[in-house]
């Protein structure tokens, strides 16, 4: 079975603007960032000592988020940036070692209220994921159902995020942040889908018509108990008012075995080409988080991915993000 979502004639325009960036595009990281300003820590500091108080638990508060009034104005200013400027934030200043690891949940869910719609990642529900190394291999990643790149050491090749197609939703926003942070590498890469256009339309004109036409993705089994397999048919490109990408190398590899349909020519040709301009190092944005960080991401026009990383001998010091999937309000 498989789900089919409607194409978009080819873009033709070179695309303009502060979405189109590469990696020397940011002279300062404030471009790109904001930090917290005192207001804010303030009434979130009081919050927690709420918290400490009545000995909530981070299942209490996300049932009902303690609500950070202050944070209003600025979440207004980060949902532009994230919308129709560069396309992706780090949120900064959090003093982290004041809080517990549930603490600093408690405060990014309760931010993210004002953010958008928190949305459900898996069939468990949950909508605050971890993403720590589950001692998965990359050939797991590649060759077991159900593996993610989340629960592994390996680098992840830069792509978007999807929802569980049952859920009928739209992953507008992709918000990490940082409980620990790996003994080496585990750095974020960002890339814009404005960016890869323009070089595809300058250099790949035909090529770039391929990827206007669909393409099968895998569900990575997230299906319901007794559900038949399901793909998406989907193109990488579309265009509606901006541009918008939709793409995992492996999840289309893996959508065309579950299909069992051979990858054509086309296929190969464009992806090929694709993934030798996503590679290309100018274009790619390497971001390091610390601990207390959040990064939010425009699933639709920045790809992010990882590079690969060591982690602490002791469990207690593990690399350990947190993920929340956003849908914008309407």
């Not at 988020?65 to 200013?77: G, R």
């Not at 589950?134 to 050939?139: E, I, P, T």
Request: charged letters at 20%; aromatic letters at 10%; one cysteine or more.
């Amino acid at each position: 079975m498989k789900i089919s979502l409607e194409t978009t004639p080819v873009y033709q325009l070179m695309i303009a603007g502060s979405g189109a960036w590469s990696r020397n595009s940011f002279v300062e990281s404030n471009n790109w960032s904001y930090c917290l300003n005192p207001v804010i820590l303030n009434e979130i500091d009081n919050a927690v000592q709420e918290v400490r108080r009545n000995a909530k638990t981070l299942h209490n508060v996300m049932e009902k988020s303690f609500f950070i009034s202050s944070f209003k104005e600025a979440a207004i200013k980060v949902l532009q940036e994230l919308k129709t400027g560069c396309g992706f934030v780090v949120l900064q200043g959090l003093p982290a070692e004041k809080y517990t690891d549930d603490e600093i949940c408690m405060v990014y869910w309760s931010l993210s209220h004002l953010l958008g719609i928190r949305l459900v990642q898996n069939l468990q529900e949950d909508r605050l994921y971890s993403v720590f190394d589950k001692g998965y291999s990359q050939d797991d990643l590649a060759f077991k159902s159900g593996v993610r790149g989340t629960q592994t050491r390996a680098p992840l090749d830069l792509h978007t995020d999807s929802a569980p197609l049952f859920r009928n939703q739209s992953v507008d926003v992709v918000a990490m942040f940082v409980l620990r942070p790996a003994k080496s590498g585990g750095d974020s890469l960002l890339i814009s889908a404005q960016a890869l256009h323009n070089i595809i339309l300058e250099k790949f004109p035909k090529l770039l018509e391929r990827l206007y036409q669909p393409y099968y993705f895998d569900r990575r089994a997230e299906l319901q108990p007794g559900e038949s397999p399901i793909t998406l048919l989907a193109p990488i490109f579309s265009y509606q008012d901006y541009l918008r990408i939709r793409y995992s190398k492996i999840r289309i590899f893996k959508g065309y075995e579950a299909e069992g349909l051979p990858l054509d020519s086309s296929v190969t040709e464009s992806l090929e080409m694709l993934e030798s301009v996503i590679q290309q190092n100018h274009l790619i944005r390497n971001i390091q988080l610390n601990r207390g960080e959040m990064l939010l991401v425009n699933n639709h026009f920045v790809l992010h991915g990882r590079t690969a990383f060591e982690d602490d001998i002791h469990p207690e010091k593990k690399r350990h993000l947190m993920r929340i999937w956003l849908s914008f309000n309407p």
